[in-house]
């Protein structure tokens, strides 16, 4: 049967999925330096490095995700033939609790691992929220000691200084999960999924503030969407405790430290919590780290349930510009904690662990936004093709360029257009462009054009004597080809 020429052919349409990014050369350049710098701060504190599996049993991720309202529990699952159900990580630490429990015999206590990498969730996409971004995490797992959860607070202050972020415009807040305990132990609530809802419900105190929070402990709230959000059901002599715990920030640690003792009174779990608080911040002030870098907050909830101790948070406290022109901080980049029993489920014997997770994406966006990073990235210095049938000549040009290690390539397009060549190059922001035609051949000399000089006199330039005599293009000896490109380069500022 013959073909019918006029039907039409389904294609795939070429989009992606909603809530997922494509990564072009300067973004992929500018986090894989970022990764650099992070992983130079956290080898330096004796973490090594840990490369765990992207995809885990469902079993072993447990449901820790703190969104309430998460599609398919929050993970993208399927079902294995072999396995069960599996699915891609939502974190890099439940998968460390899973590779402690399978390897702790082999393995020093304590263990101080640090992991990168993207991870997945399955959650409602919107503004700066996708669903596939890159951690960095450090923990120590094996450990009792508060000092453990010091040295992450100070890891985190080092890291965000050592990327760009100067003291001043960040703070790593720190809390304890303890306390928090206490209070609820005090307001006698009982139930664990009550407890979990006032939980997420404080975390919230940075989005709706004081008032919100009351208004979701109680019979609920209208968001800024007008949707009605239920609350918790608590009376307000009941949500009293909670909003004195998130008031009971004083003037300095000493003063906090001082309001929670109040508040807790004997509560044995609160009581814990507030020595493990001063603790951790007479160690971090012995560090030389004031409270102007790490401070303690009780605003600090983290919505995670596996928590179990001291939580920290860093906060970035300088003003941005939203989309509508309206000044606001810039908010949380990294959190983590102290999470003695998620081994435990593993093993059924307590395993103390301590750690932090940075959000790569959003710490980048940070730097972006105070203009620290971005600028573009020189492109390849770009070997002209005058010739077809002398390509291995410009091929030997760009080995001895990449020898000497500059970026180079040779053009490989269509080269009957000559000016075409060069606009390629500036496609690829290319700081140079090398000619040798059949005349420079003969001559054993190469034409050097500088492109980045020659943007900056373009708009200077009204002649064609003027051109001629400008600097940005110069023949050379062929031999003198590698060391003037680099010096070129060098004068420049492009390498």
């Known amino acids: 049967m013959a073909k019918d020429k006029n039907a039409k052919v389904k294609r795939p349409r070429a989009v992606r999925p909603k809530g997922f990014r494509d990564y072009f050369g300067p973004e992929v350049t500018e986090r894989a330096e970022m990764l650099t710098s992070i992983t130079g701060v956290y080898h330096r504190y004796g973490f090594d490095p840990l490369e765990s599996s992207a995809v885990e049993t469902a079993e072993v991720l447990g449901r820790f995700l703190p969104d309430a309202d998460r599609p398919n529990d929050g993970v993208f699952a399927w079902e294995d033939d072999d396995e069960g159900r599996v699915a891609l990580r939502y974190d890099l630490t ?41 951690q960095c995490d450090a923990d120590t797992v094996g450990s009792t000691s508060v000092a453990a959860d010091a040295e992450i607070c100070a890891l985190l202050a080092d890291t965000l200084e050592q990327v760009g972020i100067p003291p001043g415009d960040y703070l790593v807040r720190v809390n304890s999960r303890k306390v928090l305990n206490g209070v609820l132990e005090v307001m006698g609530l009982d ?114 349930g596996y928590y179990t101790g001291p939580v920290f948070e860093a906060e970035l406290t300088f003003d941005i510009l939203d989309e509508k022109g309206r000044r606001r901080q810039f908010g949380s980049v990294a959190g983590g904690g102290r999470y003695d029993d998620l081994v435990r489920r593993f093993t059924g014997q307590e395993v103390p662990a301590t750690g932090v997770s940075i959000g790569v994406d959003r710490l980048m966006a940070a730097l972006r936004e105070k203009g620290r990073i971005g600028s573009q990235t020189p492109g390849p210095v770009i070997v002209t093709v005058m010739d077809r049938t002398r390509m291995a000549d410009y091929q030997a040009m760009v080995a001895e360029l990449r020898r000497a290690g500059v970026r180079a390539e040779v053009y490989l397009g269509n080269p009957k257009t000559f000016g075409n060549q060069l606009k390629y190059a500036d496609t690829r922001k290319s700081p140079v462009a090398i000619i040798e035609g059949s005349d420079e051949k003969e001559r054993g000399v190469v034409q050097i054009k500088n492109l980045t000089l020659g943007a900056r006199l373009a708009a200077e330039i009204e002649t064609p004597e003027e051109w001629r005599a400008q600097p940005a293009q110069k023949e050379i000896a062929r031999g003198d080809m590698v060391d003037e490109v680099c010096a070129m380069i060098a004068r420049t500022g492009a390498g």
Not at 98 to 118: C, D, F, I, S
Not at 196 to 204: E, G, H, P, Q, S
Not at 271 to 282: N, P, R, S, W
């Open 94 to 134: 439940a998968p460390l609790a899973r590779v402690y429990a399978q390897h702790r015999n082999t393995l020093p206590t304590p263990y101080r691992r640090y992991a990168m990498g993207p991870v997945w969730r399955n959650e409602k996409p919107g503004p700066g929220r996708f669903r596939q971004f890159y």
């Open 191 to 304: 139930s664990t999924d009550r407890r979990t809802a006032v939980l997420r419900t404080i975390d919230k105190v940075d989005k709706v503030g004081e008032t919100g929070v009351r208004e979701l402990l109680g019979k609920g709230r209208l968001d800024a969407s007008g949707a009605y959000i239920d609350g918790v059901g608590l009376s307000d002599g009941q949500a009293e405790p909670v909003i004195a715990f998130l008031t009971s920030k004083g003037t300095d640690a000493p003063e906090t430290l001082a309001n929670l003792r109040h508040l807790i009174g004997r509560n044995e779990t609160g009581v814990k919590g507030v020595d493990e608080l001063e603790q951790i911040a007479e160690l971090l002030l012995a560090q030389g780290y004031g409270p102007d870098r790490i401070d303690v907050d009780p605003g600090v909830v983290r919505g995670l």
